[in-house]
């Protein structure tokens, strides 16, 4: 599970058992003539979380409305959160009855609500587009060799970098752990600082690192990241800790573009949602890079996020659900473009349409295209958030402790494998 923010603009949130219930639902169908006439014969409910972009619920509206006015028969009742934090909660206890959406979306997609059998497979509405996704996606949503959802947007985070400040320092673009490092203490001033991970000098560094260095947070049933790669890449945050090269407890965190657009540091981990921002703060005056490489026969990664559309198995028309997804998410290219950067910066998770869309074809936005299709991480399905605290808890004894990073990271790991156990039953 997710323990960071993973998309558009970090409005998101999606923590899973947030305290509450509350969600508003439209009185009424939307979904244009089908619903609005009374002539729709099925009419699906579809849930969203509330989007911090304007006019992403006209959108949603929009497309339901497009689909019945293609499909009289079928009205699509959007429902769209009156708070992003009580989404979830209301999600959990709805798909625990009968009375559930028909279709909804998730942030972090999770194991567990395929062990209750609460999704239905999409395998069979994929058909020759599924070699289209990213790879990324295709393995996030599978279990057990079925598919169970269907990538909405793709939210690449990367590294930021000022072009003129390295080259002024004459310094290429980190490929390497150490290459950050070294460039990271090397661009530190007193007005400025080399680098910046998150206020709290951590943010997705434990996994960069570890991903980086070729380990893994879970294989099958085992938790794994305190393994040798492990302990020897969470150690390296400690030497960027001591070389005081982080900017830390700046006035927005990382998933904002402030630190780099306000000068305050001369690389930024970001996502691609604030492209647009730091473009019109710093003009062309920056590029993008996957997070390096921890050192030679290690791998660039890029942490991927965004929002998955899923089906509920117990829904009274499943068929006419599964056709609505395939129709938006996996048929309608031109739709699938419009909600991914007419709203606010993403990617389209196929590839072709990514190809298609003029917003992301020069520039950084395309190298982070380029970066989210060949060095794309997610978390595993069956990674939570008390596995996150455990990790996190574990890194920051290492950096400020001074603690022996195998010792920290196996004792995490022993909490962290209890709770997975716990969920695999």
Same mark, same amino acid.
């Given at each position: 599970?997710?323990?960071?923010?993973?998309?558009?603009?970090?409005?998101?949130?999606?923590?899973?058992?947030?305290?509450?219930?509350?969600?508003?639902?439209?009185?009424?169908?939307?979904?244009?003539?089908?619903?609005?006439?009374?002539?729709?014969?099925?009419?699906?409910?579809?849930?969203?979380?509330?989007?911090?972009?304007?006019?992403?619920?006209d959108a949603a509206k929009r497309y339901a409305?497009?689909?019945?006015?293609?499909?009289?028969?079928?009205?699509?009742?959007?429902?769209?959160?009156?708070?992003?934090?009580?989404?979830?909660?209301?999600?959990?206890?709805?798909?625990?009855?009968?009375?559930?959406?028909?279709?909804?979306?998730? /942030?972090?997609? @999770?194991?567990?609500?395929? $062990?209750?059998?609460? *999704?239905?497979?999409?395998? %069979?509405? +994929?058909?020759?587009?599924?070699?289209?996704?990213?790879?990324?996606?295709?393995?996030?949503?599978?279990?057990?060799?079925?598919?169970?959802?269907?990538?909405?947007?793709?939210?690449?985070?990367?590294?930021?970098?000022?072009?003129?400040?390295?080259?002024?320092?004459?310094?290429?673009?980190?490929?390497?752990?150490?290459?950050?490092?070294?460039?990271?203490?090397?661009?530190?001033?007193?007005?400025?600082?080399?680098?910046?991970?998150?206020n709290d000098g951590l943010g997705d560094a434990?996994?960069?690192?570890?991903?980086?260095?070729?380990?893994?947070?879970?294989?099958?049933?085992?938790?794994?990241?305190?393994?040798?790669?492990?302990?020897?890449?969470?150690? /390296?945050?400690? @030497?960027?800790?001591?070389? $005081?090269?982080?900017? *830390?407890?700046?006035?927005? %965190?990382? +998933?904002?573009?402030?630190?780099?657009?306000?000068?305050?540091?001369?690389?930024?981990?970001?996502?691609?949602?604030?492209?647009?921002?730091?473009?019109?703060?710093?003009?062309?005056?920056?590029?993008?890079?996957?997070?390096?490489?921890?050192?030679?026969?290690?791998?660039?990664?890029?942490?991927?996020?965004?929002?998955?559309?899923?089906?509920?198995?117990?829904?009274?028309?499943?068929?006419?659900?599964?056709?609505?997804?395939?129709?938006?998410?996996?048929?309608?290219?031109?739709?699938?473009?419009?909600?991914?950067?007419?709203?606010?910066?993403?990617?389209?998770?196929?590839?072709?349409?990514?190809?298609?869309?003029?917003?992301?074809?020069?520039?950084?936005?395309?190298?982070?295209?380029?970066?989210?299709?060949?060095?794309?991480?997610?978390?595993?399905?069956?990674?939570?958030?008390?596995?996150?605290?455990?990790?996190?808890?574990?890194?920051?004894?290492?950096?400020?402790?001074?603690?022996?990073?195998?010792?920290?990271?196996?004792?995490?790991?022993?909490?962290?494998?209890?709770?997975?156990?716990?969920?695999?039953?």
């Open positions: 599970m997710n323990t960071h923010p993973s998309r558009r603009g970090f409005l998101g949130m999606s923590m899973l058992f947030v305290a509450g219930t509350a969600v508003a639902c439209s009185t009424d169908p939307q979904g244009g003539s089908g619903s609005a006439g009374g002539k729709a014969k099925v009419t699906l409910t579809q849930w969203y979380h509330q989007y911090g972009e304007a006019g992403t619920q409305a497009e689909y019945t006015k293609e499909n009289p028969d079928i009205a699509v009742q959007v429902v769209w959160a009156a708070d992003t934090s009580q989404y979830e909660a209301k999600l959990n206890a709805a798909m625990l009855g009968d009375e559930g959406p028909d279709i909804f979306e998730i /942030g972090d997609f @999770r194991y567990d609500m395929v $062990k209750k059998g609460q *999704l239905a497979p999409l395998d %069979d509405i +994929y058909g020759d587009a599924k070699s289209d996704f990213n790879p990324a996606d295709i393995e996030y949503v599978t279990v057990d060799g079925k598919l169970y959802g269907v990538k909405m947007i793709d939210d690449v985070m990367t590294l930021y970098y000022r072009k003129s400040v390295l080259e002024k320092a004459g310094i290429e673009p980190p490929q390497t752990f150490d290459a950050l490092a070294t460039a990271a203490k090397s661009l530190t001033t007193k007005d400025m600082k080399g680098l910046f991970v998150g434990p996994y960069l690192l570890l991903w980086s260095n070729g380990g893994e947070l879970i294989e099958g049933d085992k938790v794994t990241y305190a393994s040798a790669a492990g302990a020897e890449a969470i150690g /390296g945050l400690r @030497r960027l800790h001591q070389d $005081k090269s982080l900017l *830390l407890g700046f006035t927005t %965190d990382w +998933y904002d573009p402030g630190a780099i657009s306000q000068n305050a540091a001369a690389m930024q981990w970001c996502g691609l949602w604030a492209l647009p921002g730091i473009e019109k703060a710093l003009g062309d005056d920056f590029g993008v890079v996957p997070w390096p490489a921890f050192k030679a026969g290690g791998r660039p990664v890029a942490r991927l996020g965004g929002w998955t559309e899923l089906v509920n198995a117990k829904s009274k028309q499943l068929d006419e659900a599964k056709k609505f997804v395939q129709w938006l998410w996996i048929k309608k290219a031109a739709l699938q473009t419009d909600w991914a950067v007419k709203y606010g910066f993403h990617v389209p998770p196929r590839r072709s349409v990514a190809a298609d869309t003029e917003a992301l074809a020069s520039g950084p936005a395309k190298d982070a295209v380029t970066i989210s299709q060949q060095y794309s991480k997610t978390f595993p399905i069956t990674w939570s958030q008390s596995m996150g605290v455990d990790l996190v808890a574990a890194t920051t004894k290492v950096v400020r402790e001074n603690a022996d990073p195998a010792k920290a990271l196996g004792d995490a790991a022993d909490k962290s494998q209890a709770a997975l156990n716990k969920s695999l039953g």
